[in-house]
Protein backbone atom coordinates (compact mmCIF):
# COMPACT_ATOMS: atom_id res chain seq x y z
CA UNK A 1 0.00 0.00 0.00
CA UNK A 2 1.35 3.65 -0.69
CA UNK A 3 1.87 5.74 1.76
CA UNK A 4 -0.44 9.11 1.42
CA UNK A 5 1.64 12.12 0.49
CA UNK A 6 1.16 15.15 -0.73
CA UNK A 7 2.56 14.23 -4.55
CA UNK A 8 0.19 11.32 -4.16
CA UNK A 9 -3.14 12.57 -2.65
CA UNK A 10 -5.18 12.61 -5.68
CA UNK A 11 -5.03 8.52 -6.18
CA UNK A 12 -5.65 8.42 -2.41
CA UNK A 13 -9.19 7.89 -0.29
CA UNK A 14 -10.06 11.16 1.22
CA UNK A 15 -12.37 9.87 4.32
CA UNK A 16 -10.74 10.94 7.15
CA UNK A 17 -8.78 13.44 6.33
CA UNK A 18 -8.99 17.07 7.86
CA UNK A 19 -9.26 19.97 4.76
CA UNK A 20 -9.74 23.77 5.09
CA UNK A 21 -11.43 25.44 2.07
CA UNK A 22 -8.76 27.67 0.60
CA UNK A 23 -10.70 29.40 -1.64
CA UNK A 24 -14.24 29.14 -3.54
CA UNK A 25 -16.65 30.72 -5.86
CA UNK A 26 -19.06 30.95 -2.78
CA UNK A 27 -17.96 33.01 -0.50
CA UNK A 28 -20.10 30.92 2.80
CA UNK A 29 -17.63 28.05 2.02
CA UNK A 30 -14.44 30.32 2.72
CA UNK A 31 -12.88 29.12 5.39
CA UNK A 32 -14.94 26.07 6.63
CA UNK A 33 -13.10 23.36 8.12
CA UNK A 34 -13.95 19.84 9.08
CA UNK A 35 -13.14 16.01 8.33
CA UNK A 36 -14.20 14.60 5.15
CA UNK A 37 -16.84 11.87 5.49
CA UNK A 38 -18.09 10.84 2.34
CA UNK A 39 -16.84 11.87 -1.06
CA UNK A 40 -19.32 11.80 -4.30
CA UNK A 41 -18.22 12.61 -7.90
CA UNK A 42 -19.11 16.16 -7.55
CA UNK A 43 -19.03 16.60 -3.80
CA UNK A 44 -17.17 16.25 -0.22
CA UNK A 45 -19.22 15.82 2.49
CA UNK A 46 -17.07 16.97 6.06
CA UNK A 47 -18.16 17.28 9.28
CA UNK A 48 -17.56 20.32 10.74
CA UNK A 49 -17.86 20.88 14.54
CA UNK A 50 -20.03 23.99 15.87
CA UNK A 51 -21.40 25.12 19.07
CA UNK A 52 -24.10 22.54 18.71
CA UNK A 53 -21.81 19.45 18.45
CA UNK A 54 -21.00 19.04 14.60
CA UNK A 55 -23.10 18.91 11.37
CA UNK A 56 -22.38 17.98 7.74
CA UNK A 57 -21.43 20.37 5.40
CA UNK A 58 -21.37 19.74 1.20
CA UNK A 59 -18.72 21.44 -0.43
CA UNK A 60 -18.70 21.25 -4.23
CA UNK A 61 -15.31 20.23 -5.85
CA UNK A 62 -15.92 22.06 -8.87
CA UNK A 63 -15.76 25.49 -7.33
CA UNK A 64 -13.06 25.11 -4.65
CA UNK A 65 -9.78 25.04 -3.36
CA UNK A 66 -8.96 22.46 -0.42
CA UNK A 67 -5.88 22.75 1.53
CA UNK A 68 -5.57 19.12 3.27
CA UNK A 69 -4.22 18.20 6.07
CA UNK A 70 -2.01 14.98 5.39
CA UNK A 71 -1.53 11.98 8.29
CA UNK A 72 2.07 13.48 8.94
CA UNK A 73 0.79 16.78 9.45
CA UNK A 74 2.12 18.09 6.26
CA UNK A 75 -0.49 20.18 4.21
CA UNK A 76 -0.98 20.00 0.25
CA UNK A 77 -3.58 22.27 -1.82
CA UNK A 78 -5.42 21.09 -4.62
CA UNK A 79 -8.08 21.97 -6.74
CA UNK A 80 -11.25 20.81 -6.17
CA UNK A 81 -11.77 20.41 -9.68
CA UNK A 82 -8.87 18.13 -10.12
CA UNK A 83 -10.61 15.59 -8.02
CA UNK A 84 -13.48 15.53 -10.01
CA UNK A 85 -14.87 12.12 -10.19
CA UNK A 86 -16.23 9.24 -8.15
CA UNK A 87 -13.38 8.26 -5.67
CA UNK A 88 -13.31 4.47 -7.05
CA UNK A 89 -12.86 5.41 -10.31
CA UNK A 90 -10.20 8.42 -10.19
CA UNK A 91 -8.04 5.27 -7.73
CA UNK A 92 -8.57 3.05 -10.13
CA UNK A 93 -7.64 5.13 -13.21
CA UNK A 94 -4.29 6.17 -11.18
CA UNK A 95 -3.21 2.83 -10.80
CA UNK A 96 -4.09 1.62 -14.48
CA UNK A 97 -1.69 4.57 -15.42
CA UNK A 98 0.75 4.12 -13.36
CA UNK A 99 0.81 0.00 -13.87
CA UNK A 100 1.27 1.20 -18.10
CA UNK A 101 4.25 3.24 -17.04
CA UNK A 102 3.06 6.50 -17.80
CA UNK A 103 3.62 8.17 -14.46
Not at 4 to 31: F, K, Q, W, Y
Not at 36 to 45: D, P, T
Not at 95 to 101: A, L, M, Q, T
Request: no cysteine; net charge positive.
Amino acid sequence: MMRIRGDNLHAHELIGLDLTVEGSRDPTLLGLHGRVVYESRNMLHIRVNDSNGYRIKAVPKGITTLLFILPDGSRRIIEGKDLIGRPEDRVERIERVRSHGRW
